[in-house]
């Protein structure tokens, strides 16, 4: 048998695992202080959720959805017959639109409504060509404020992004911040004219694959690496310059307020993602350290359409997705990754086998203080019990012992002393606890003089 994970699939072994609840942790932080509310939808839906909101001439639908099959529809595949929509599911490539169907079901904006903001995060799928920074199963964290439709939102969800980035640990000065706008319904289908007339002028120049989108998804275009279709690109009429006044207005309103907020942004007029929700405003954050081609740490946008494509109300809607995988390539290059969690701090060890019962009750005690404790499940002598504390970094490893115990007494060692104190059973909680809180309390005196002498 293979023992590989899947192709474009990893392991997340247990230190990538604590950075992944730490992203997530620092998201609901920051998230909730602008009110965000977690919510899960399933990891599969109808595949026709996907089709219809991100849209069937994207990539991610034509050419990278993972489908699911169930027992009944094996059975109806190998019989020849077609799948109802029913029976077609696909492995969720994105939140976003999952989002808007919970949103659609549960009437989660009604009409009149405050508008709803919440937060997630998790796996998704896309059968990509695997390579650096680019994954078949990623993960995402991701945030959606649906029934919105002032240029605040779009600022708030900008900063927000960028101050979620910033508490990670992402620094400022690395990160490239692209906006750009595409238009709504009023001012698309003419610049959609614009850019046909231009492509079919230029259709030569461009690669196989631009010749086909230039009938299928023509924006996409702005998005190839090809040189050819670059330099045709850079002279094509973009949407930027092509917006009605109200789509204008509402781009420049967003600018100005990130730019007072001192977000350092590039307006991009080739970037317009890879998902057709898009109306007006999307950004991106873009960071070169530690990533090749796959540079996109996170990004997102406005989809004013998407509930009504979805079956809803007419409700405006946007939001962003971060990257998880790209993001730490980002901070290791940058040297910024989070610290993982603390080393435990209480071992407790038997000195005989005839205390290894009161050692693991000792254990549940300290536990049930929240004191991280580990003992032995193994049967090791006592030398090795301390060797596997030191392993652990472990600061304090209480030591049961018979003699000690007839006289309802343990010994608490300090490891990096080597100092060992006779303590009685019954206060063992009591004076563990008053030992860390000490240990805090000189830790935040120490970060303390840190800082000011950095300011001095
Ligand atoms: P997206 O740009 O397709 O947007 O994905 C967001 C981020 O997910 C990317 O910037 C990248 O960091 C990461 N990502 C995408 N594909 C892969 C992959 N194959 N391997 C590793 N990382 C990847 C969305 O998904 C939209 N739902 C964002 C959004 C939310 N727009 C509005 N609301």
Same mark, same amino acid.
């Given at each position: 048998m293979d023992t590989r994970s899947p192709r474009g699939t990893v392991d997340l072994l247990p230190e990538q695992a604590r950075l992944w609840d730490i992203f997530v942790r620092t998201a609901t932080e920051v998230f909730s202080g602008y009110g965000y509310e977690p919510i899960q939808t399933p990891i599969f839906e109808h595949t026709d959720l996907f089709v219809r909101g991100i849209g069937e001439a994207t990539d991610v639908v034509s050419k990278e959805m993972f489908t699911v099959l169930g027992p009944s529809s094996v059975a109806a595949?190998?019989?020849?017959?077609?799948?109802?929509?029913?029976?077609?599911?696909?492995?969720?490539?994105?939140?976003?639109?999952?989002?808007?169907?919970?949103?659609?079901?549960?009437?989660?904006?009604?009409?009149?409504?405050?508008?709803?903001?919440?937060?997630?995060?998790?796996?998704?799928?896309?059968?990509?060509?695997?390579?650096?920074?680019?994954?078949?199963?990623?993960?995402?964290?991701?945030?959606?404020?649906?029934?919105?439709?002032?240029?605040?939102?779009?600022?708030?969800?900008?900063?927000?992004?960028?101050?979620?980035?910033? %508490? !990670? $640990?992402?620094?400022?000065?690395?990160? /490239?911040?692209?906006?750009?706008?595409? +238009? @709504?319904?009023?001012?698309?289908?003419?610049?959609?004219?614009?850019?046909?007339?231009?492509?079919?002028d230029?259709?030569?120049?461009?690669?196989?694959?631009?010749?086909?989108?230039?009938?299928?998804?023509?924006?996409?275009?702005?998005?190839?690496?090809?040189?050819?279709?670059?330099?045709?690109?850079?002279?094509?009429?973009?949407?930027?310059?092509?917006?009605?006044?109200?789509?204008?207005?509402?781009?420049?309103?967003?600018?100005?307020?990130?730019?007072?907020?001192?977000?350092?942004?590039?307006?991009?007029?080739?970037?317009?993602?890879?998902?057709?929700?898009?109306?007006?405003?999307?950004?991106?954050?873009?960071?070169?350290?530690?990533?090749?081609?796959?540079? %996109? !740490? $996170?990004?997102?946008?406005?989809?004013? /359409?998407?509930?009504?494509?979805?079956? +809803? @109300?007419?409700?405006?809607?946007?939001?962003f997705s971060i990257g998880f995988e790209r993001t730490?390539?980002?901070?290791?290059?940058?040297?910024?990754?989070?610290?993982?969690?603390?080393?435990?701090?209480?071992?407790?060890?038997?000195?005989?086998?005839?205390t290894r019962s009161v050692a693991f009750s000792v254990a549940q005690r300290l536990r049930d203080v929240d004191v991280r404790t580990e003992l032995d499940h193994q049967g090791r002598s006592l030398k090795s019990q301390f060797k596997h504390a030191d392993r652990l970094g472990a600061r304090l490893t209480v030591v049961v012992g018979t003699d000690e115990l007839s006289r309802g007494e343990i010994v608490v060692r300090d490891m990096d002393a080597k100092s060992e104190e006779v303590v009685g059973l019954d206060g063992i909680e009591a004076y563990i606890e008053s030992i860390v809180s000490a240990w805090e309390i000189d830790a935040y005196f120490e970060s303390w003089d840190g800082a000011s002498s950095d300011e001095g």
């Open positions: 595949l190998k019989a020849g017959e077609d799948l109802d929509a029913d029976h077609r599911l696909t492995l969720r490539p994105e939140g976003t639109a999952s989002v808007v169907r919970a949103v659609v079901q549960h009437n989660l904006v009604p009409k009149g409504g405050a508008p709803l903001k919440v937060h997630y995060a998790g796996p998704m799928f896309r059968y990509e060509r695997p390579q650096k920074g680019r994954q078949r199963q990623f993960l995402q964290i991701g945030a959606e404020l649906i029934g919105a439709n002032a240029p605040t939102a779009d600022a708030e969800m900008i900063i927000m992004l960028v101050r979620f980035y910033e %508490a !990670i $640990g992402v620094p400022r000065e690395q990160m /490239r911040i692209l906006v750009n706008s595409m +238009g @709504d319904d009023a001012c698309r289908p003419a610049f959609r004219g614009k850019l046909d007339a231009y492509l079919s230029h259709r030569d120049a461009l690669c196989p694959r631009c010749q086909e989108r230039a009938d299928t998804n023509p924006l996409r275009i702005f998005d190839c690496k090809n040189p050819g279709c670059i330099a045709v690109m850079e002279a094509a009429p973009t949407l930027a310059d092509n917006l009605c006044d109200d789509c204008a207005d509402h781009y420049d309103r967003v600018l100005r307020m990130i730019s007072h907020a001192g977000i350092d942004y590039t307006e991009d007029p080739s970037l317009v993602r890879g998902l057709d929700y898009y109306t007006r405003t999307v950004f991106e954050v873009q960071v070169d350290a530690g990533l090749g081609s796959q540079n %996109a !740490i $996170g990004g997102g946008g406005r989809y004013d /359409r998407l509930v009504e494509i979805v079956g +809803g @109300d007419p409700t405006p809607g946007l939001g730490l390539l980002a901070l290791e290059a940058a040297g910024t990754t989070p610290e993982p969690a603390d080393e435990f701090v209480v071992y407790v060890a038997a000195a005989e086998d005839a």
